[in-house]
């Protein structure tokens, strides 16, 4: 049998679906991403991830992501840098994409790879990043002519290091054990795992952001957007709202790898819509406990959401998943 015909009945035990609209896009080697890293303990620790995307309900779709294991040229010391990301367009796609293709790069010249062993100055080298990406992109935008804008939740993992960094309603999940050894588990025979939500959103409505909108001369409306049109107070892009406050700061969030972080979901404000962390993030055991592969489980997930809980928004999942050994 071929490597083809294998590869073509694993998807079909996988519960691949083609009866729909849902697209699970290949990632860029047209192979699920893979990749190891060492933990704290000097163990190896295996990274698997893969997306999937829908357009929902919409007539188009605004959604842009990234998946790179070998993310950083020449680390130092073979460190492993890994990076993943989903772009969340409004208004069109220019600005996803835009950001899609510079923001890595731009977060690495800033000297990501130079702060490793700085926390804070590797936040410092993914907030520059933000900024000078908005900064081009609104450059850009202003000489094309048009006006999107786009959220984003980004993941970096360095080393033994995760940095989250997010602007907008975009999400990140991280599932993780109680304790090491998993000797808890609930009546499905599956052990405790806490949804931790590592982002923070961004909607004009919130007190603080609608404090600095305010400042800036924006009003948020009855309905809990800007200017009576903008519902979320950060993201790339959106020339005609920055005037009034909208900005591309990221909030970052870090932490260390160790055993008891088992996989991490990222998600467009649609998936969150329909799902909750704690439902999502059972849902995603469940299935690789019934040893699904992460492509199969990103798909499940992405499917669940649009076809049986009815999200009629764009709809993009990034499921990581870490093997401890």
């Known amino acids: 049998m071929s490597e083809r015909e294998v590869q073509s009945q694993q998807q079909k035990r996988e519960g691949d679906f083609q009866d729909s609209n849902l697209v699970a896009k290949k990632s860029k080697s047209e192979k ?18 893969d997306a999937a995307e829908d357009k929902g309900s919409r007539h188009t779709m605004e959604d842009a992501w990234v998946l790179m294991l070998d993310a950083c040229p020449d680390p130092p010391a073979k460190l492993r840098c890994a990076h993943f990301a989903i772009y969340d367009g409004h208004g069109g796609r220019l600005a996803a ?34 900024r000078k990406t908005d900064e081009s992109l609104l450059q850009e935008s202003a000489s094309g002519g048009w006006q999107d804008g786009a959220t984003a939740v980004c993941v970096w993992v360095l080393g033994r290091t ?13 599932a993780r054990s109680s304790i090491v050894d998993e000797s808890q588990t609930n009546p499905d025979g ?14 004009a ?7 600095r909108i305010q400042k800036a001369g924006g009003t948020v409306s ?7 049109r903008l519902e979320v107070s950060r993201a790339f892009g959106d020339r005609q709202f920055k005037k009034f406050g909208v900005v591309a700061t990221p909030d970052i969030h870090s932490f260390g790898l160790t055993e008891r972080e088992h996989f991490i979901i990222l998600g467009c404000d649609g998936l969150w819509g329909v799902f909750g962390p704690s439902d999502a993030v059972e849902f995603v055991q469940k299935l690789l406990k019934e040893g699904l592969s992460v492509t199969a489980v990103s798909r499940r997930l992405v499917r669940e959401a649009v076809l049986e809980r009815r999200c009629k928004d764009n709809c993009t999942a990034i499921v990581i998943v870490f093997k401890h050994r």
């Open 32 to 49: 699920v991403q893979e990749a190891q890293v060492l933990n704290e303990n000097n163990d190896f620790v295996e990274i698997k991830a």
């Open 97 to 130: 994409e835009y950001a899609e293709k510079r923001l890595h790069a731009n977060v690495i010249s800033a000297g990501l790879l130079r702060e490793l062993l700085d926390v804070k100055a590797a936040k410092k080298a993914i907030l520059d990043g933000f």
């Open 162 to 174: 995760v940095f989250v960094a997010n602007i907008g309603d975009a999400k990140a999940v991280v």
């Open 190 to 203: 599956l052990s405790s795992l806490k949804a931790i939500v590592v982002t923070r959103e961004h909607k």
């Open 205 to 211: 409505i919130y007190p603080q952001e609608r404090a």
């Open 222 to 228: 009855s309905n809990g957007r800007l200017q009576g």
